[in-house]
């Protein structure tokens, strides 16, 4: 190891050594993987959690214990956002302003923060007690705006509720309190939240609501059965790409003895989906029961949980409860005496959305940068370290228990024809009760946003819907009054899909340019710069979003937006291109009306005054083209366009 | 063989081509790219040689698509050129248009590709572009970002073909920073990657401002640093060596060069080169010319015994010059000591391009002369003039004696003898302690400046082509050879002719 511990230029470092437990965390994590350099993240993380940020001795000594070189240390940490190369404050505040949370009110927490901290955002207070950064979606967009101070979540915050917690950081304490989190409807029939009232959390309950029951009956079963049996099921996957479950399992090659993995996508990150985040912490033993069913039918070897970085407490419910399985033989050597063995095993990203894109998920996995790859060869052929692997979501694997105990035909009773059982819709937003709702596929739109969240607000009215998290076409109220719960219907009426069941409502006091905005930023955010399409397509259409919206549009503006939607829509390595592209295309196709009168008005008509001075939004460039068409002044331009997306400040 | 279409003609390629090669191969279109590069992996990744596969419901990248039997690949419809526009405007972007400064610029894949498939006007009124700082990679290399198209050829080659991690990716998204982290790019073949880097985002050093690509000539000849026998192309402009780059050659360097072959022209235009033919007769110093020296070593072998005349040539020689000077060694004065090296050159690969046999000729000499003479062991010449035993001693090529592992004791061995020589001639192009020992000195020609051919390791005769044409007072060697050997003849033949003449007039 000692040889390694040389910096770039060959000047020695002082050399960094862990404290002992860290140590004995980091060289477990080493020999948790098959290949060394797969615990980069997780070695990183340690480090971080030590040291405060990745420190150059840091990155000598994980290279040392990867087996990898310092130049791959810094480019894996600098492609995820978790990673810190200069130390931050104590506190790190990240205040989401993703759409869900700015729909409710997240630019004036920063604001807030800002003020109270005599910081902007993206800065460290001086004593180095405070950092506050503007953040990408934390997943908690049902109960937003979501706050994530170091590890904990602080979520349906408002300036009022976040000023207690902001004066004990100031104090240099960690806040205390109780921290509510999304609302979970209690629908009448559940499949994936089933008891989720009732605290399940331990195996013990979890065993006394008649966990592992699924599990006891699979190991009785022949593997093809299983997956014969949840395709029969009907069940889809339900990540966003939709792809049924039972076909995917059956793509992996015959008469293959090498290893098989199965990893599961807990990267929950896609704006308005927030999910995943309750079944890893309040049903973690439904996770595993469907893992291990998942696994044994497709003679898994072994299996891993991707968990994004963020989720400090889900992944430790999460890790106890393997370990409590793993204590009673439901995980590991011989499960329940059935001769069938898997390991299930955690893995932590580090602030990248692209990694819940399957194949960038497998190579943040192997401890690269999350890049996704090209497909052929698919995982299912070559995935996981090179060996047939498939990936399901947390709510996918979390349904397997129930339709491998009761049946395809029990759980086909649910839903419609092509789209059969339940899923959990994450609503978020501006209803009055934001939160998840497990529902049969089909469910009508008009029920689950009048009926079960209870509308919009007192003298609001419905502009517009998100049906399947960010990714997917927006539509009308008029679609969406329209439209069932299913991929068929919306398909039908508005070209868009269920995709992750993250549904974000809008009324009518929301910009449309500025949402679209703040959404593409996100993805301009979270492209990971392969390929050309996205990685410049995002970042132009976000700067002429804000233009448009700062009141500096053109007449052409529209054209060219569509004409980048199109260049991106399927031109790219992964899904992510379509994610961005049909947001745009979508947003222009309905509501271009909008879009025209912000550039013939050369302003946004949202927003009555801009509140230029105390926004802490990085700020494009202010060169705009000589001949523009605005007869706005220059710095009254510049001015509004710092006070870009902003989505709450018509309330205001 | 797998049987597909492009754009309705019919092509066969073997199992396992990607659709861009299996086009490009039979001609069949010419489909736009950057990352892709036949020598390296699939990446994917500039989504430029997009083209539509009928049945395939989006655009699919020719690169990372395998053929299929019966395949239909259509490469020039509206779709496809819409998306080539596409892709060449996102990267005009934040690409600086800096082409009347750009060391790129006449060989620049995105200013071809610009002129054939973009879109004529720039739809960007969106402030300043992205920036960079400029960067260091090293002695070799340096970086401007800004021209990047985020191929990875450069990262790709490092990983792949030299196994160096040095140059990486940093950072992501539309921040995506190709650099280093601290150690510089130093490994061997560094030079390549300004080469495959299809903008002028990666350039060399050594080539910096120096031409515009259009101005220069390029000759198709053979790298002789070593015995790999590289193909290049040697540019020149206005007489002077510019650059060297690689020729494609599967067989022998694929797409690449080491550096120390492209960086090894500079000795043309030096000043260690020998000027003009010098004669250091009894402590005088006087300036001559070629043809005068070349009279007086035919003259004065003519009057040598010819064990006390000794040859050396190095496999520096082109197979045309062993063979001549074997002619004039073993036919024409007929001695027993000449031979093609001091000691033997070492042998084998050093790595995937490099040879341990610094020579470019050693195989020829093995064909052409080693049956003859002394072989590589020209040492035993040495030993003769220093035990006194030589008149005359011709030397070609002394100063390549240093390539040698132990060459520079070597050499001072050599130029010692030298001495010990009534009248020893060199015949060289470069300086070296042997030449500045010489009672004669006469100056040669560089491989850029002559005709001719040579083994490589593998044995394959290569060609190498005159680039500069070099001073007009200069014989080359061969020539020169010839002459001496033709004065050397035609001497035998009169005094033959006059032997006869006696005896015929005896016998009368």
């Not at chain 1, 039972?246 to 990267?267: H, M, V």
């Not at chain 1, 063995?341 to 401890?367: F, P």
């Not at chain 1, 996981?384 to 397997?400: D, K, M, R």
Request: hydrophobic letters at 35%; one cysteine or more.
């Amino acid at each position: 190891m000692k040889k390694l511990l040389v910096a770039p230029h060959g000047v020695p470092e002082t050399a960094y050594r862990p404290s002992p437990e860290t140590e004995k965390r980091i060289m477990a994590h080493v020999a948790k993987y098959p290949t060394k350099m797969a615990a980069t993240i997780p070695v990183l993380h340690e480090i971080q959690n030590e040291v405060g940020y990745i420190s150059r001795e840091g990155a000598a000594y994980a290279a040392a214990v990867t087996e990898t070189s310092v130049t791959h240390i810094y480019s894996v940490a600098t492609f995820y956002s978790m990673f810190h190369l200069e130390p931050i404050g104590k506190f790190h505040v990240q205040v989401c302003t993703n759409t869900s949370c700015a729909l409710n009110g997240a630019k004036d927490l920063v604001r807030h923060c800002g003020r109270k901290f005599g910081i902007s955002a993206g800065d460290t207070s001086t004593d180095r007690n405070i950092t506050l950064t503007e953040v990408e979606c934390l997943a908690s967009c049902g109960s937003g705006p979501c706050v994530q101070i170091n590890r904990d979540y602080y979520e349906f915050m408002t300036p009022e509720k976040l000023d207690g917690v902001l004066d004990s950081l100031l104090a240099g304490r960690r806040p205390e309190g109780p921290r509510p989190t999304a609302h979970i409807e209690l629908t009448p029939d559940r499949v994936v939240y089933k008891d989720i009232e009732n605290d399940i959390v331990s195996l013990d309950r979890y065993r006394q609501t008649g966990g592992y029951a699924g599990l006891k009956k699979a190991l009785g079963m022949k593997p093809e059965d299983i997956a014969n049996e949840v395709d029969a099921s009907g069940i889809r996957g339900l990540g966003g790409a939709g792809f049924p479950t039972g076909k995917k399992w059956k793509f992996l090659p015959k008469n293959y003895t090498g290893p098989i993995y199965l990893c599961i996508n807990a990267d929950e990150g896609e704006p308005g989906t927030f999910k995943d985040r309750e079944i890893l912490r309040r049903l973690p033993h439904r996770l595993i029961e469907g893992v291990v069913i998942a696994g044994y039918a497709i003679r898994a070897t072994e299996a891993y949980v991707y968990i994004r970085g963020e989720f400090y407490e889900p992944y430790e419910v999460l890790q106890k409860a393997v370990d409590e399985a793993r204590a009673a033989g439901l995980v590991g050597k011989n499960i329940l005496g059935s001769g069938f063995s898997m390991d299930l095993k955690l893995h932590t990203g580090a602030g990248a959305y692209i990694c819940g894109e399957e194949t960038a998920l497998l190579e943040s996995l192997e401890g690269k940068r999350g890049e996704p790859r090209i497909k052929p060869p698919f995982p299912a052929v070559k995935g996981l370290f090179g060996c047939p692997t498939i990936i399901n979501n947390v709510e996918t694997i979390a349904q397997v228990p129930a339709i491998v105990e009761r049946g395809a035909a029990w759980y086909r009773k649910r839903g419609t024809e092509k789209s059969p059982g339940t899923r959990v819709f994450c609503v978020s937003g501006h209803v009055v009760k934001p939160g998840l709702y497990e529902l049969p596929n089909g469910t009508p739109m008009r029920d689950l946003i009048f009926d079960w969240c209870g509308g919009l607000r007192p003298g609001r009215t419905l502009k517009a819907v998100i049906p399947g998290g960010s990714s997917m076409p927006v539509l009308t109220a008029d679609m969406a009054m329209r439209a069932t719960m299913c991929n068929e219907s919306l398909m039908e009426v508005g070209k868009s899909y269920t995709g992750s069941g993250g549904v974000i409502v809008m009324d009518d006091s929301t910009c449309m340019v500025g949402f679209l905005a703040r959404l593409i930023k996100f993805y301009e955010h979270e492209s990971c710069g392969q390929c050309t399409p996205c990685r410049e397509g995002s970042a132009w259409a976000r700067k002429i979003l804000y233009r448009i919206e700062a009141g500096g549009g053109r007449a052409d503006d529209i054209e060219t937006l569509r004409s980048i939607a199109r260049g991106i829509d399927g031109n790219t390595i992964c899904a992510l291109g379509e994610a961005t592209a049909w947001p745009m295309a979508s947003f222009l196709r309905n509501f271009e009306a909008e879009f025209a009168a912000h550039i013939e008005q050369q302003a946004c008509p949202f927003k009555n005054a801009p509140s230029p001075s105390s926004s802490s939004f990085p700020q494009p460039s202010s060169s705009f083209p000589r001949k523009r068409e605005s007869s706005l002044p220059r710095d009254d331009l510049d001015a509004r366009l710092r006070g870009h997306d902003d989505l709450n400040s018509c309330r205001k | 063989m797998i049987n597909f279409f492009v754009d309705g003609k019919p092509v066969q390629a073997p199992e396992g081509s990607m659709v861009i090669q299996a086009a490009h191969d039979a001609k069949a279109a010419e489909i736009p790219y950057f990352c892709y590069h036949p020598a390296l992996k699939p990446a994917g990744l500039c989504r430029m040689c997009l083209v539509e596969i009928e049945g395939a419901p989006k655009l699919q990248a020719s690169c990372t698509t395998p053929i299929s039997e019966g395949m239909k690949v259509i490469t020039k419809s509206a779709r496809v050129a819409q998306a080539r526009k596409d892709v060449l405007e996102f990267y005009l972007l934040n690409h600086p248009l800096d082409c009347p400064i750009c060391d790129k610029a006449g060989e620049c894949m995105l200013q071809d590709y610009t002129f054939a498939h973009a879109r004529q006007n720039s739809r960007f009124r969106d402030g300043e572009k992205r920036r960079y700082n400029y960067e260091d990679l090293g002695p070799k290399l340096f970086r401007d970002m800004d021209r990047c198209v985020h191929c990875l050829r450069c990262v790709r080659f490092c990983e792949e073909i030299v196994g160096d991690d040095n140059l990486s990716v940093f950072q992501r998204g539309n921040h995506t920073d190709i650099s280093i982290f601290g150690s510089p790019v130093v490994n061997d073949f560094a030079l390549n990657i300004a080469e495959l880097c299809p903008v002028g985002a990666l350039v060399s050093k050594d080539f910096l401002y120096q031409s515009r690509v259009w101005h220069l000539k390029k000759t198709e000849t053979i790298c002789t640093s070593c015995a790999t026998g590289c193909n290049i192309y040697m540019e020149s402009k206005d007489q002077e060596v510019k650059r060297i780059t690689p020729r494609i050659n599967k067989a022998v360097n694929d797409h690449w060069i080491c550096d120390y072959g492209r960086l090894n022209y500079k000795y043309v235009n030096g000043d260690q080169r020998v000027q003009e033919a010098v004669s250091r007769e009894s402590g005088e110093i006087a300036v001559t010319t070629p043809e005068d020296l070349s009279a007086r070593i035919a003259d004065l072998l003519g009057r040598t015994p010819k064990d006390r005349a000794g040859f050396l040539i190095t496999p520096e020689a082109t197979n045309e010059e062993i063979f001549e000077f074997r002619r004039l060694a073993e036919k024409v004065v007929a001695t027993p000591n000449f031979a093609y090296g001091l000691v033997p050159p070492e042998e084998g690969k050093l790595d995937f391009l490099r040879n341990r046999d610094k020579f470019p000729n050693s195989a020829g000499v093995r064909r052409i002369g080693a049956s003859s003479g002394l072989g590589f062991n020209g040492m035993k010449i040495v030993e003769k003039a220093e035990s006194g035993d030589l008149d005359v001693l011709v030397l070609f090529y002394p100063h390549s004696v240093i390539k040698h592992p132990n060459g520079a004791a070597l050499l001072t061995r050599l130029a010692g003898a030298l001495s010990k020589v009534k009248t020893s001639v060199v015949i060289d192009y470069l300086k070296s302690p042997a030449s500045d020992a010489a009672t004669w000195l006469i100056p040669g020609l560089t491989h850029a400046e002559k005709n001719g051919t040579m083994d490589n390791a593998q044995g394959m005769t290569q060609k190498i082509r005159r680039a500069i044409f070099p001073s007009p007072a200069v014989i080359p060697e061969k020539d020169l050879l010839v002459r001496i050997s033709t004065a050397l003849s035609e001497k035998g033949e009169r005094e033959k002719g006059r032997k006869g003449e006696r005896e015929s007039a005896a016998t009368t």
